[in-house]
């Protein structure tokens, strides 16, 4: 959230490159919330929605049970979860079978924002998919155009040239990497 894709922060330059590389009029003109904030914020009540994947903020977080408090609170909570146990997962309104990290074929990014490659080994269990697969159908049912994508491969691809253009729009440029 604090960051556009492939680590851009946002000037009208960065805004300008991202909205022409995917061809829409919409792009984040600011940084969103940092977690903490982020759960601050649904505390207070300025988010009646959230969806938490990958992550376990009621353990992760600090000061556990404010974060617990507002997600109890939140008016609609949807968790993508291997474990219905997890404590995030006790308080979803809807709870997404995901795929643990031994059935996850794609990247993974570090919160040093380091980006590793990674294959599952096992089948994924039962419903589990993809939280990929997830955010795209979401997004298409919602009526955003460009998230047909039939597999991972496709968007470290998009992922890749994405950061290709980037570098040679901004050869001298470094950029933020730490978050």
Known sequence: ATQLASHMGFSE?????????????????????????MFDALAKGNIKAIWILGTNPVVSLPESDKIAKALADCPFVVVSEVSPDSDTAKLADVLLPAQGWSEKCGTVTNSER????QRGFIAAKGQAKPDWWAL?????NMGFS?????????????????????????????????G
């Open 13 to 37: 330059q960065e805004q300008a490159l991202l909205a022409d590389f995917w061809q829409c009029d919409h792009v984040a003109t600011k940084p969103g919330l940092a977690a903490v904030e």
């Open 114 to 117: 380091t980006i590793s490659r």
């Open 136 to 140: 795209s159908q979401v997004a298409i």
């Open 146 to 178: 460009g998230f047909e994508y039939q597999d991972n491969a496709a968007i470290f691809s998009e992922f890749a040239l994405l950061s290709q253009t980037v570098k040679q729009v901004f050869p001298h440029k470094r950029f933020n990497l730490g």
